[in-house]
């Protein structure tokens, strides 16, 4: 929709809205101008603060006016929420976890734009911090009859490596690490957030590449410099030390890393000493199934899923594993671990 269609939209809702504004609008109006005190002076300056307070008034009623067809009109108040310009591309669409960071004001405004072959890619947001990783980006097309339109290839570098991704249309309209929106017009707002099982170092350049957009074949290339200081400083760690057993494994929760997007739990699991690794292997995606966490309200935390959709973690080293929940409360002074419903752990945090 462009400024003419939402200017034109505006103006029909106000002339529809006109007799259905809410009584206390009118009766906010009045109060206002009731207020306004209007001394006797002179005839010439008279004209003048009539004008200006009759401004006033018509400034004050176009305002209640817009906001009351918001109130009176569910199509009006939709569009007013919906407006790309009114909301971040982490606001608009995107992982809750990051949604949550981006609230708290903890993303990094980008200002990258690349066209090629008629499509413009601008980068627009990132989110960084030892969990994740987020890009927040606008795509505008050219004027088409396709439909539905999405990225199809992209990568990505990483300890050195080169990584490439392809999506399907499936995998697209399925959040499978892009989430993906339609704004306006042939505009798209998305998100990117690749998943790295270790840590974040603490700066990076990250080199992304679109490479195949819309069925186009194209170079959209950006190297991206991040630092996670900002999220580094609210993100807090703690080390339990605390330990059961269940099915004949002893179970150890090692640490727990909250970020403001993620809580990561480290486990470490014992099992007996002739097991092979597979048998081990088998054991842990077991017990994992069977983890359920708790805030001291006793809201259930949900798992992170990955691009497939289960639960995102997996083994970090030798007999030890991890899982990725969404942030829990900041107002959670203790979190509750429960394990295969024979092991509760009750842990503090700072």
Known sequence: MNELQVDKELREKAKKAIVDVPMH??????????????????KRSSVRKNKWLMSVAC???????????????????????????????????GESGIKVADQQGL??????????????????????????LSIGFAITFPPSENGFQHIEKLSYEWAGRTITRTFTTEEAKKDYLIHWRHVEGNTYYGTF??????????????????????GVDGTWQFDIPLSRKPTDAVT?????????????????????????????????VQGESESTEQ????????????????????????????????????????????????????????????????????????
Request: proline share 5%; charged share 20%.
């Open 193 to 214: 957030q690749p998943y790295y099982f270790e840590e974040m170092p603490e700066e990076w350049t990250l080199k992304l590449a679109f490479q195949k957009i819309g």
């Open 236 to 268: 807090k760690v703690t080390e339990p030390g605390v330990s059961g057993q269940s099915r004949g494994i002893i179970f150890s929760i090692k640490q727990i890393i909250r970020t403001p997007s993620a809580t990561r739990i480290v486990f470490e």
């Open 59 to 93: 400034l004050l009623f176009g305002m209640f006016l817009l906001i009351g067809a918001g109130f009176v009109s569910p199509t009006m108040a939709h569009m007013l929420k919906n407006l790309p310009y009114v909301s971040t591309v982490f606001g608009f669409v």
């Open 25 to 42: 609008f009118s009766a906010g109006i009045d109060q206002v101008l009731s207020s306004l005190r209007v001394h006797p002076v002179q």
């Open 107 to 132: 993303t990094q405004p980008l200002n990258h734009s690349v066209n090629d072959q008629g499509i413009t890619v601008s980068l627009k947001e990132a989110y960084y911090d030892r969990l994740n």
């Open 279 to 350: 048998e081990k292997l088998n054991q842990v995606d077991r017990l994992s199934d069977s983890i359920r966490v708790f805030d001291s309200n006793g809201v259930p935390l949900s798992s992170i899923t990955d691009e497939k959709g289960k639960s995102r973690g997996g083994i970090t080293g030798v007999n030890f594993f991890a899982k990725d929940f969404h942030p829990i409360s900041a107002e959670s002074d203790y979190m509750i671990i429960a394990v295969d419903k024979q092991l509760r752990f009750e842990i503090q945090l700072d």
